[in-house]
Every structure is written in structure tokens, then in C-alpha cells.
């Protein structure tokens, strides 16, 4: 079946602009992650939603930072106010429900590059 | 803090020879994940270890487990260019369903 999918591939801003970035998780997945992965930083995580749960946004670096999950399936990371240090691949991870050992299976990343 | 560190960071090797990356922490994890990245793509799992001492082998990838449940290492039986990548290792505790990441190790095979 279909895999993670997210939208845009690249996306290039300029610094102070809103951006938006899609998730689609795999069908039936109840949980869903975002995380940013820098150079050389590993994977950040960012926040997390488990089907009707209050998310958690523990991972988010600022107020400019925010993301929802429309009827438990696609999520959408809205970044304002972009800042140059929000340079970075965005991923994207959904995991089943039951999951014994949370294995979770990513998309290919939104690539963002503020100017 | 970075609760898992791997090594080495960056390894450059020729068609053939094998090799072993490592991912150590003095946290107990319940079970740990090795992913690969391409460059464009997203991580891929490749396996789960969670038993201590526990051995997993993926044709010539191998996977070890350490007793204590702290460490964990990837050793490649004659590495070719397609093994190309970035290595994740990941731990989880119990139920939490939050992953804590390793750096990676980037490994680049030369034809």
C-alpha cells in the first residue's frame, strides 16, 4: 500500500514568511509524528498525535511552531515568522495501532530553506 | 544531552570490507531501532532488537543487542556501494511512544 507522503519536497522562503507542511500518513495509522532533522543534529522530535488524545507538543521549539490533525489523518506543521535556524528537512512518521515496539515509518521529508 | 551516541560518525570504505557501527548509551532502553537513510528519502527501518544479548541478521547486516540493554552495533559482511547511508539507531522505554535518536553514522561505499 501507499507510504507516508508529504508535501512539498523542497520548499525556499524568505525569512518572516508563514510556510505550511503536509503529512499523509499511512492509511489506519493512529499515531503520527513530526520531527526536524539538521545537519549533523539527528532527528528532533517535535510533536505527536494518537488518534482522538491531546497532542504532544513538548517538542515544539517556540510559539511559531504549531500543527493539527484533521479527522485523524492528515496533519499539516505550520511554521510562522520563519527564521533563517528553521532550515531543515521536516519529517514525517505514522506508526499502527497496537504497535508493540512503536516502529514508526517515515515519509521523505519536506526540505526547508529559509532565506 | 545526547542520551545515544553512535560512532563512528562518518565511515568511507571500498567494496568489500566489512565493518561495524556502534550505538552506546548509559540509559536502559526496552528496545532499540536501526533505521537507514538515503539521501532525498526518509529513514527506513531496517530492524528491532529487544531482548538482551539478542542477534538479528539481515542478509549481511547483523545486529546485536547488548546484554544490559545500553549498547547496540551493526556489523556489515562485505559492504557494497548500495549499503550507502545514513545509520539511525533509536531506543524506546516501555510504552513511552516518544524514540530518542542517535547522530547517525553516515557509511559511504566505494565501488
Known amino acids: 500500500g501507499a507510504g507516508v507522503s508529504q508535501s512539498p519536497s523542497n520548499k525556499v522562503t524568505e525569512k518572516g514568511k508563514d510556510v505550511e507542511l503536509r503529512c499523509d500518513p499511512i492509511?489506519?495509522?493512529?499515531?503520527l509524528y513530526w520531527y526536524r532533522q539538521s545537519l549533523g543534529q539527528g532527528l528532533e522530535f517535535l510533536i505527536y498525535?494518537?488518534?482522538?488524545?491531546?497532542?504532544?507538543k513538548s517538542g515544539l521549539p517556540s510559539d511559531r511552531f504549531s500543527a493539527e490533525r484533521t479527522g485523524g489523518s492528515v496533519s499539516t506543521l505550520t511554521i510562522q515568522r520563519t527564521q533563517q535556524e528553521d532550515s531543515a528537512v521536516y519529517l514525517c512518521?505514522?506508526?499502527?495501532?497496537?504497535?508493540?515496539?512503536?516502529?514508526?515509518?517515515f515519509g521523505p521529508g519536506t526540505r526547508l530553506t529559509v532565506l | 544531552t545526547q542520551l545515544l551516541e553512535q560512532s563512528p560518525q562518518f565511515l568511507s570504505i571500498q567494496e568489500g570490507e566489512n565493518l561495524t557501527v556502534y550505538c552506546n548509551s548509559s540509559?536502559?532502553?526496552?528496545?532499540l531501532q536501526w533505521y537507514r537513510q538515503e539521501p532525498g528519502e526518509g529513514p527506513v527501518l531496517l530492524v528491532t532488537?529487544?531482548?538482551?544479548?539478542e542477534v538479528k541478521k539481515l542478509k549481511r547486516l547483523t545486529f546485536q543487542f547488548g546484554d544490559a540493554r545500553k549498547d547496540s552495533s551493526l556489523h556489515i559482511t562485505a559492504a557494497q556501494p548500495g549499503d550507502t547511508g545514513l545509520y539511525l539507531c533509536?531506543?524506546?522505554?516501555?510504552?513511552?511512544?516518544?524514540?530518542?535518536f542517535g547522530k547517525g553514522t553516515l557509511l559511504t561505499v566505494n565501488p
Open positions: 512518521a505514522s506508526s499502527p495501532a497496537g504497535g508493540t515496539y512503536n516502529e514508526q515509518f
Open positions: 492509511s489506519g495509522h493512529t499515531a
Open positions: 498525535f494518537q488518534g482522538n488524545s491531546a497532542p504532544d
Open positions: 540509559s536502559v532502553f526496552s528496545s
Open positions: 532488537v529487544v531482548t538482551g544479548g
Open positions: 533509536a531506543g524506546a522505554r516501555g510504552s513511552n511512544y516518544k524514540l530518542t
